[in-house]
């Protein structure tokens, strides 16, 4: 069984660095891709970067520059750490990957909320 589980939200203040963690059980880890999603409240859940099996790395631009994504495959989890936090990175952050089967698997989310 696929699992995601995303740690490390809470609330810091304008220009504060938080690091996400998500940690994969049940998955070939070394091999996967992952994907960092937000959803902010009454916004739909939107891409903000991904992280392949070989460390490549893709941004969106409103994250670009301030978040950083890495992988440690001997520990299983991916890390996002967030720069210079704005209020409008305020979200629940989701960490998703693709099984085998092609089925999307989301860990149940992290809130980070960035007071100005």
């Known amino acids: 069984q696929v699992q995601l589980a995303e740690s490390g939200g809470g609330l810091v203040q304008a220009g504060g660095s938080l690091k996400l963690s998500c940690t994969a059980s049940g998955i070939s880890f070394s091999v996967k891709a992952f994907s960092w999603y937000r959803q902010a409240p009454d916004k739909q859940r939107e891409w903000i970067t991904s992280?392949?099996?070989?460390?490549?790395?893709n941004y969106a631009d409103s994250v670009k520059g301030r978040f950083t994504l890495s992988r440690d495959n001997a520990k299983r989890t991916v890390y996002l750490q967030m720069n210079s936090l704005k209020p409008e990175d305020t979200a629940v952050y989701y960490c998703k990957t693709v099984g085998a089967n092609g089925q999307d698997y989301w860990g149940h989310g992290t809130q980070v909320t960035v007071s100005s």
């Open positions: 992280i392949s099996s070989g460390e490549s790395t």
